[in-house]
């Protein structure tokens, strides 16, 4: 029986989401996944591994607002329970948080999905 052509992705899930966290190819990890902000390559510059087919779509904002969330909850209980529930401090923290976390953590979340997806062929395009 010929051996599984997917077989080698379903079991690199772990180690492509790691390569995608690092924004690097999830099959070698050699070469850069992105060519601007999150601009993602067509092939891999290194082992030319097409990647043009696993477009992350609605599911990046939905991974970065949940994560958001988490942060933002976490900071504004963290100020109620220690007495410095002050709404200016949370103007002063939470809005610039807010902005600038997202921003940071984009990239290498849309890496992270984009590995997911490789490694067990997903994509959230229909196959016409």
């Known amino acids: 029986m010929p051996p599984d052509p997917h077989a080698r992705r379903l079991n690199a899930v772990w180690p492509a989401i790691w390569r995608g966290l690092k924004c690097r190819c999830p099959l070698c990890g050699d070469a850069w996944l992105f060519h601007h902000y999150i601009e993602q390559v067509d092939n891999c510059a290194a082992c030319n591994e097409p990647l043009s087919r696993y477009k992350v779509g609605l599911l ?33 923290v939470l809005v610039p948080l807010s902005i600038i976390v997202p921003i940071a953590i984009l990239p290498s979340s849309k890496g992270a999905i984009v590995g997911l997806f490789w490694a067990k062929g997903w994509s959230d395009e229909q196959d016409r």
């Open 60 to 92: 990046l904002p939905l991974v970065v607002i949940t994560v958001m969330v988490h942060i933002i909850g976490f900071f504004m209980l963290e100020m109620e329970l220690t007495g410095h529930g002050n709404p200016l401090v949370y103007l002063y």
